[in-house]
Each structure stands twice: as structure tokens, then as C-alpha cells.
């Protein structure tokens, strides 16, 4: 098949978009160039020449030179508004912008439909990994019982500077910030938000199953404090944030995404820094490892060029799953073993949301229960308490 000539007209010249730009310098043989980058500020000074800027969306999306979008700004509603009339004019489009993704995917499918346009977001997830394009072509059938992983570099690169280095958690956040790996609003990272928007796209094309994002329970590591990094190091384990979603013996999907110990005998104990690292297990093959950076302007780069080969070659999605009956388990009926750090002045309050309790401690100020919680009281705690409770998975409990 012969390659098509790709006019881009790139959104955002951030980290990502000049990666982008230096990358497409770097691949001749790509028969693709940026024709023109919208942009926010005018008055910022950047290192290409200003004949490439507008700061005009329609200067770009009424061009009709330009064949492909592409989409790396942070503003998931002006992105969303973007993207949509690109897909309305017959332009594809690449993103990596997540959010948006999650918060509309449903109109998003329905707009590659009646426009014949496609759609790619490789870099929306795990940046360097290909897990979308693996999904959707090497287990586009339905023998996947479970994905999980790794799928936020920025919160594993301050955990990692936390655990081996000792450094405070405010520090490795402004390092994360610095270079470039934390979202402009750290919480969308460290609130665990950013690995729950990269998990709704999994599980669309990991089971077919469109869901929402109220319907997945998320909890961050910015609540995580010393007495329960603690524990970790004394027993030999690491901290990671964890998204997962598998298959339940009813056939609907529980998915959340939290902090989790992990062991040493585990694959993700070794994936630290920025990279991700992503489990899926099959019916017959059992489990396999991707393992990459996940953030970064080059690695995200690199799958944003990914996905405009693609384009280069009419590829597109073909969402060969989504008539599959699977649903989202309700995290009502999710249950789980649960370290929670708490005040030592609510400890008695507190033991009476877990159906099990199997350990305890208390200071003069803190303490930690150990025992079985489920996912929905844990998200009542989480508000009753606001900052004053932090938890940390052991591992899912299918029946209490």
C-alpha cells in the first residue's frame, strides 16, 4: 500500500509538540510535514520560526491543505471542541489528551462513524508502550481476562525518588514538574485521575465496555504519608500506583485504580523511574509484560509519530469488540484487603466500616488498620475524612 502525504496542523508546542516537531525532523522518510502549530501565546518566545504559528484554531481546522490533526494541549474542553469539528470536516485526528477521551468517548465514536474519519490516541495511554495497537489487533478476540499495570509515569517516578532516594514528596514533585513528566495540574497525576482516564480507553479496547469515569473508583498517592511508606520499607515492598481491570466470574469487569504494595516476586517491582509496565493475562497464553517510558516529551512523541504512520496508511480503529455484554461491576460489591492509615483519635469510628479487621497499630497521632474493606466504604471514608485517611492495597477479595 502507498503512503499518503500527511499536512499536519499540530495543537500545543509544549514538551510533547516540539518532541513531535524534532522527531518528524529526524524521519525523512516519512512523507509528512507540520504546515502550521496553533498555539495560546503569543507573546512566548520559542525556538522554530514564528511563520509556523497562528493563534487562530480555524486557521488550521478550515485549511483544506491540511489533512491531519494533531492534538497535544492540556485544555481537555478546548480540545474536545477540536477534535470534534476536525472529525465533522473529514480530518483524522491523533491526541494524546486523555481526559478528553475518557469524558467523551462515546461522542467520539459516533463522529469516526458518521464521517468515516479516523481517530488514533496511542500516546493517550502508556506514551513509548503500544497497548492499543496491541489490544485491538492481538487479542481482538475474547479471551483477555485481565489487564493491569503501571500507567502513570510522573506518580512512579516520585515514588520511586521517595522510596530510593529518600526525597520528600513535595521535592519529587517539583523535579516530576521540572522535567517535564507531571500534568500542569499535578493532581490530575498524583490524585490517580490521569491512570483512570488512560484505563476507560483500555477497557474499551481491551472488553468493548464503554464506561464513565464516576464509574471507576480512583485513589492517588497524595495522600500518601510516612507511617505508611513506612511499613512498606520495613517489610520489603514498594508502593505503586496500580490501574486494573479484569473479569469477574459473573462476566462483568471490576476495575479501580489505587495505590498497592508490590513484592518483590512481582513484575512491577522492578518498573520504576518513568516507566510503565503493563500485565495482561489470556485464557490460554497466561500473562505477558510491556514495559516503556511513559512519560516524557520523546517517548509521548514517539507514539503521537506511531499513530501518523498509521494515518499515513488509512489505518484505523476497527472497536471490534464493543457488542460485547460485558458491564462495569458496581465498586459496592468490590472488596478488598486494605492497609488505611488513619488519626489515632477517629480509630474506633473508622474500624467500623471494614468487615474484617486483622491488624492494628496506633501512636500518640497515627495509626494503620489492616483487614477487609470494600471499595464503596473506602470511598465514604475517603470523604467523611477528607485528608486525613490514606490506603493502601494489598489484594482483591472476590467474596467476603
Same mark, same amino acid.
Given at each position: ?29 516519512? *512523507? ?144 516530576? *514538574? ?168 477517629? *480509630? ?15 501512636? *500518640? ?36
Amino acid at each position: 500500500m502507498q503512503r499518503k502525504t500527511l499536512n499536519i496542523g499540530l495543537f500545543g508546542f509544549g514538551c510533547v509538540g516540539y518532541g513531535l516537531y524534532e522527531v518528524l525532523e529526524k524521519t525523512p522518510t516519512l *512523507q509528512t510535514s507540520i504546515k502550521r502549530i496553533c498555539v495560546k501565546h503569543a507573546e512566548k518566545e520559542r525556538v522554530i520560526s514564528k511563520d509556523y504559528f497562528t493563534f487562530d484554531k480555524y486557521d488550521i481546522l478550515n485549511d483544506d491543505e491540511i489533512n491531519v490533526i494533531v492534538e497535544l494541549i492540556d485544555d481537555a474542553d478546548a480540545a474536545f471542541e477540536i477534535v470534534s469539528y476536525a472529525l465533522k470536516h473529514g480530518k483524522g485526528v491523533v491526541t494524546a489528551n486523555k481526559k478528553m477521551l475518557a469524558e467523551h468517548i462515546e461522542e467520539l465514536l459516533e463522529l469516526q462513524a458518521k464521517h468515516n474519519v479516523p481517530l488514533l490516541y496511542e500516546a493517550a495511554c502508556c506514551a513509548s508502550i503500544p497497548i492499543i495497537r496491541n489490544l485491538e489487533e492481538y487479542y481482538d478476540n475474547d479471551l483477555l481476562e485481565s489487564i493491569e499495570g503501571i500507567i502513570n509515569g510522573s506518580t512512579n517516578y516520585i515514588l520511586t525518588k521517595t522510596f530510593d532516594e529518600g526525597i520528600g514528596y513535595s521535592e519529587a514533585l517539583a523535579k516530576a *514538574q521540572e522535567l517535564g513528566y507531571a500534568e500542569s495540574n499535578p493532581i490530575l497525576d498524583t490524585g490517580g485521575y490521569d491512570a483512570k482516564y488512560k484505563l476507560i480507553i483500555l477497557i474499551l479496547h481491551a472488553f468493548g465496555v464503554k464506561t464513565k469515569p464516576e464509574e471507576i473508583f480512583n485513589l492517588g498517592i497524595n495522600r500518601l504519608g510516612e507511617l505508611e511508606l513506612n511499613y512498606a520499607r520495613e517489610k520489603s515492598l514498594k508502593v505503586k500506583l496500580i490501574a486494573q481491570a479484569y473479569k469477574t466470574a459473573n462476566g462483568e469487569i471490576a476495575t479501580f485504580v489505587i495505590p498497592t504494595f508490590v513484592s518483590k516476586s512481582e513484575k512491577l517491582f522492578t518498573v520504576d523511574d518513568v516507566f510503565n509496565g503493563i500485565i495482561t493475562k489470556t485464557a490460554f497464553a497466561d500473562t505477558q509484560f510491556f514495559v516503556g517510558k511513559g512519560a516524557g516529551a520523546y517517548p509521548t512523541a514517539s507514539a503521537v509519530l506511531s499513530d501518523i504512520s498509521a494515518l499515513s496508511y488509512d489505518y484505523r480503529y476497527e472497536y471490534k469488540k464493543l457488542n460485547n455484554s460485558e458491564t462495569i461491576l458496581s465498586y459496592d460489591n468490590l472488596y478488598a484487603r486494605i492497609l488505611l492509615r488513619h488519626n489515632t483519635e477517629n *480509630q474506633s469510628e473508622i474500624e467500623l466500616y471494614f468487615e474484617e479487621i486483622h491488624e492494628k497499630y496506633a501512636n *500518640q497521632s497515627l495509626g494503620y488498620l489492616i483487614g477487609i474493606l470494600s471499595f464503596a466504604k473506602l470511598h465514604e471514608l475517603i470523604l467523611c475524612h477528607e485528608e486525613s485517611v490514606s490506603a493502601i492495597l494489598f489484594d482483591t477479595i472476590d467474596k467476603v
